[in-house]
Antibody
Framework: EVQLVESGGGLVKPGGSLRLSCAASGFTFSSYSMNWVRQAPGKGLEWVSSISSSSSYIYYADSVKGRFTISRDNAKNSLYLQMNSLRAEDTAVYYC????????????????????WGQGTMVTVSS | QSALTQPASVSGSPGQSITISCTGTSSDVGGYNYVSWYQQHPGKAPKLMIYDVSNRPSGVSNRFSGSKSGNTASLTISGLQAEDEADYYCSSYTSSSTLHVFGTGTKVTVL
């Protein structure tokens, strides 16, 4: 079964740090770009960050640039989000999501969409 | 990068068709055929319903269809069913440095 499981959320004080993890299973993790998407309580979805399959390309939303760092370990089938200098407005459920795509015998093709999502992990920034 | 604009709510009776709009700019929706749509039930993770404007992933009902005209994309749900009651979000690739942008979200109510 294709699955993503996030962990590492919790309560942290403003200015603090937290590291989220996402464990992937059921697919060839190293072939797919991965993403973090967040959702503040009662609000809409917000794309946070993306990382390519080999970590060559990394992108961030302006709201987290310079504070958050996305990374991955293909040997461990894991995605990470290091969050520093946390603010109250970072309070949200954080989802990891796989970039949709497929691989043939010779190459892989990606769609600009997110086809597999984890259940989310809650991050609360409050004093 | 501002969020794409969606109506806050859309409603319809069982069996009817409804359409949700998603308006962006020439830097996102209008510039690329990379619009996707997601369904989210309360307390659940989003589910991909449409990608690349009008393509349905395997397993998604053909009652869901997508289209685009200019800077506005649309999701149509035909034969509305009680299980379609959920929040729906559009998303688009964007040429800005942020790569992806989501819509403001639309709550669909089945009357």
């Amino acid at each position: 079964e294709v699955q993503l499981v996030e962990s590492g959320g919790g309560l942290v004080k403003p200015g603090g740090s937290l590291r989220l993890s996402c464990a992937a299973s059921g697919f060839t993790f190293s072939s797919y770009s991965m993403n973090w998407v967040r959702q503040a309580p009662g609000k809409g979805l917000e794309w946070v960050s993306s990382i390519s399959s080999s970590s060559s390309y990394i992108y961030y939303a302006d709201s987290v640039k310079g504070r958050f760092t996305i990374s991955r370990d293909n040997a461990k089938n894991s995605l990470y989000l290091q969050m520093n200098s946390l603010r109250a407005e970072d309070t949200a459920v954080y989802y990891c999501a796989r970039t949709a795509g497929y691989c043939s015998s010779t190459s892989c093709y990606e769609f600009h969409a997110f086809d597999i999502w984890g259940q989310g992990t809650m991050v609360t920034v409050s004093s | 990068q501002s969020a794409l604009t969606q109506p806050a709510s859309v409603s319809g009776s069982p069996g009817q068709s409804i359409t949700i709009s998603c308006t962006g700019t020439s830097s996102d929706v209008g510039g690329y055929n990379y619009v996707s749509w997601y369904q989210q039930h309360p307390g659940k993770a989003p589910k991909l319903m449409i990608y690349d404007v009008s393509n349905r992933p395997s397993g998604v009902s053909n009652r869901f269809s997508g289209s685009k005209s200019g800077n506005t994309a649309s999701l149509t749900i035909s034969g509305l069913q009680a299980e379609d009651e959920a929040d729906y979000y559009c998303s688009s690739y964007t040429s800005s440095s942020t790569l992806h942008v989501f819509g403001t979200g639309t709550k669909v109510t089945v009357l």
